[in-house]
């Protein structure tokens, strides 16, 4: 009886053992990229594919559930917005730099250099009463790739 009830314990200690690897094998194949600068927006499309097929599928997860958190944070740009027409005489910001202080502390890191304010400087009430006009998307990203669009009535989409 004893024999078999070590044995037992061993079996069950061999078991979490490789149950340990295989969750830390998943961890570093979900998020082993992150810490290399891989979550700036400016990266999102740059990511580079794993050479297995199940790696690259879960770099194609993780960079979807990043878009999806950017898309999310950026919900902010249109009260922002709004905001700040209500201080500045019913007009738009230009820039980034005008609009920071409205934003929430998560999106300060947008910069001028990545993305664009194509309505800056226009009255915002009429603008602000359409679905069509574009109040900040991303910059410099390649007429065949899709870029995130955030539009005046506050609906955000990511579209070539």
């Given amino acids: 009886m004893r024999l078999s009830n070590a044995m037992s314990k061993k079996l069950r200690l061999l078991i979490a053992i490789a149950t340990c690897l295989l969750v830390v094998a998943l961890f570093v194949l979900l998020f082993g990229r992150v810490g ?3 979550r700036n927006s400016a990266n999102l499309n740059a990511v580079e594919a794993s050479q297995s097929p199940l790696g690259g599928m879960l770099d194609r997860m993780s960079r979807v559930s990043r878009l999806k958190e950017q898309m999310g944070e950026l919900r902010s740009v249109w009260p922002a917005m709004s905001q700040y027409a209500q201080g500045h005489h019913g007009t738009l910001p230009t820039n980034l730099v005008e609009l920071r202080p409205y934003l929430p502390a998560n999106l300060a890191r947008l910069s001028d250099e990545r993305w664009e304010m194509p309505s800056g400087g226009q009255p915002a009430g009429p603008l602000m009463q359409r679905n069509d006009a574009i109040l900040l998307q991303q910059k410099d990203i390649p ?5 995130i669009v955030v539009y005046s009535d506050g609906h955000i989409e990511y579209k070539k």
């Fill in 143 to 147: 007429a065949n790739q899709p870029k």
């Fill in 36 to 38: 290399r600068g891989e």
